[in-house]
Structures are given as structure tokens and as C-alpha cells.
């Protein structure tokens, strides 16, 4: 058998300034620091950090008066960002950028007094911290949508006054479908200048659709819940190929690999690159597999500033 990577898997930038910011805090005010939700959806990551000292909470009630807390890179709503305050506590923002960007967009739109359109996941953390940037006393509300149909759903007071955003590690072709669809139905809708997409996910929904061009196997490294990894295990089977997301080595079912001839390997945009070569590791060890060239990870040429405080003298 032989091993193809894709070049452009594992960490983007706002995982890592979102890990880092983690660290830093902790080596700044010791334990405990306290994490609102996972600070990226995976498994081992998060494991990792709480050996260091962090206290993961889904409700800030759970956090004590005055301690310290980091919002998790998916955002959060500013219901969350008041109760916070009331309880003065030390805040560190970890919300990647490019999803504080559709905050800016949605906030933007709740001002102008307009409906505004969410394309997502109902219940995902990104999804509820976006749609709780909405104010609605300005008169405007907001909605979720996560399919074509529900598009045809949708009751919408003012169509001249209505504008989109999307959640940000979502398919592409999902997602332009569902676009289409909202312009189709609403020919006056507002959307973003450039697509909410990522770059990161784009990229690394890009690489493997190639990888499934080349493999009869694909297994995307990542948590389930995790949207990106989800997503590039949906494309790659979307491309004919069986594909399995696994969080690491010990969850590789070995069935999978019987008649298999190129096996490829991803990882989704939370899962750290020793994932990967621990996978290929086994592999090479156990079935004598070839790796085909030595692909490293693509430089992306993206990076994100910590907070002030956080940031090297």
C-alpha cells in the first residue's frame, strides 16, 4: 500500500493563535484559567491543554467571580460577553478573526434595522455566539438556515431590507447552493463582499477533493465535532472514495485497509500535525506502506496577532 498526505491539512491560523493564547495565559496567571467551551473541537488538543491547568465550561455561571476566562476560537454571543462583565471577570479573546469578521457583519446589519440570513449548523458554538451579535431593537431579526428547503421556508418582512452571512468552516458547495437559492428567492439580498468561507477550510476542502482523485481510501484526521473535519470526510466520499474521520491512530479500524492500494490521510483544521505522522508511522510499521514524497504542510502565509498583553516583547 502507499500513503498520499495532503499538502494543505491540520492547523490554520486562527487554530493557532487560539492554542497559543491558551498557553500563554496559563503561563502568565498559572491555574486555573478557565475556557468558555472547547478552545478548538478537538479531542487531543484539548486534552493537552488541560494538563497544563485549563478548566473547560460551557456556561460562564460555572466560572467564579473575578477568575480569569478565554473565549474558545468559535466566538461567543454578547449575552455571554455581558455576563462576563457582571462578574469581573478577566477576559482573553480568542475568537478567530475571520469569524469576529461576520460578527462585524452581522452587528452591521441588526444597526440597519435588516433581517439578516445565517447559513449554518443549528446548535454549533459559532453559530450561537454569530447569531447572538444580532440586536434586535432595531427592528431587524435574524434567522438560521441550514438547507435549500429551508430557504423556501423562510418568512421575511421586507425583502428590500434583508442581507446574508454563513458560518465559516462550512462546504463550499453546500453553502453556494444555499446561496444560490436565497438570490434566487430574494433578488435584492445583501451579502458579503467575499464569501465567509475561510481560507483555511477552502484550501483544505480544495486538497482533498485532489486526494480522492489519487486514493481508494481517505481518513481525515479530527474530532466529530468538529464542522471542517466533518465536512472533508462528506467531500471525500462525495468524491467515490470510502472515507473515515478518526480522532488519532487508535481509533483506525483495520478492516478498512483490506483491497486498499493508495491510502490517503488529511486532517481536519483543529488536529495537530503529530497526529498525522503518528498514523503514517503505524502504518509504515505494520503494512510496509510506501509514502509517496515527503509532503510537508503548505505554508498558508496567514497569521493572527495574540491580544495585547499576550504578545512577545
Known amino acids: 500500500m502507499q500513503i498520499r498526505l495532503a499538502n494543505t491539512r491540520g492547523f490554520c491560523a486562527g487554530v493557532d493563535r487560539a492554542i497559543e493564547i491558551v498557553r500563554k495565559v496559563l503561563e502568565q496567571k498559572g491555574s486555573p484559567v478557565y475556557v468558555k467551551h472547547e478552545v478548538v473541537h478537538n479531542k487531543t488538543v484539548v486534552n493537552e491543554l488541560k494538563s497544563l491547568g485549563a478548566i473547560f465550561v460551557e456556561e460562564i455561571e460555572e466560572v467564579p467571580t473575578g477568575e ?21 471577570l478577566e477576559i482573553y479573546d480568542a475568537t478567530c478573526p475571520l469569524v469576529s469578521k461576520v460578527h462585524a457583519e452581522v452587528i452591521k446589519y441588526s444597526k ?37 428547503e429551508d430557504v423556501s421556508e423562510l418568512e421575511i418582512a421586507n425583502p428590500m431590507n434583508l442581507a446574508y452571512v454563513t458560518q465559516t468552516t462550512l462546504s463550499i458547495d453546500d453553502t453556494q447552493a444555499i446561496m444560490d437559492s436565497l438570490k434566487t428567492r430574494f433578488p435584492e439580498i445583501h451579502g458579503p463582499k467575499t464569501n465567509d468561507i475561510c481560507y483555511a477550510t477552502q484550501n483544505r476542502q480544495d486538497s482533498v477533493k485532489q486526494l480522492a482523485l489519487e486514493c481508494d481510501l481517505v481518513l481525515v484526521i479530527g474530532s466529530v465535532n468538529s464542522s471542517n473535519s466533518n465536512r472533508l470526510r462528506e467531500i471525500a466520499e462525495r468524491g467515490g472514495v470510502d472515507s473515515y474521520l478518526i480522532d488519532s491512530m487508535e481509533d483506525l479500524d483495520h478492516k478498512w485497509l483490506a483491497g486498499r492500494s493508495v491510502i490517503g490521510i ?47 516583547r
Open 68 to 88: 480569569t476566562v478565554i473565549y474558545s476560537a468559535h466566538g461567543v454571543s454578547k449575552v455571554v460577553q455581558k455576563d462576563s462583565k457582571e462578574k469581573h
Open 112 to 148: 440597519l434595522g435588516y433581517e439578516c440570513i445565517l447559513i449554518g449548523h443549528q446548535n454549533h458554538p459559532e453559530v450561537e455566539g454569530t447569531m447572538g451579535q444580532f440586536d434586535d431593537s432595531f427592528g431587524g431579526s435574524i434567522h438560521l438556515v441550514e438547507s435549500v
Open 266 to 312: 488529511t486532517s481536519g483544521a483543529s488536529a495537530p500535525e503529530h497526529l498525522v505522522r503518528e498514523l503514517v508511522a503505524l502504518l509504515q510499521d505494520k503494512y510496509n506502506c510506501s509514502l509517496y514524497g515527503e509532503e510537508e504542510r503548505v505554508d498558508e502565509g496567514i497569521s493572527f496577532r495574540l491580544p495585547k498583553g499576550l504578545r512577545g
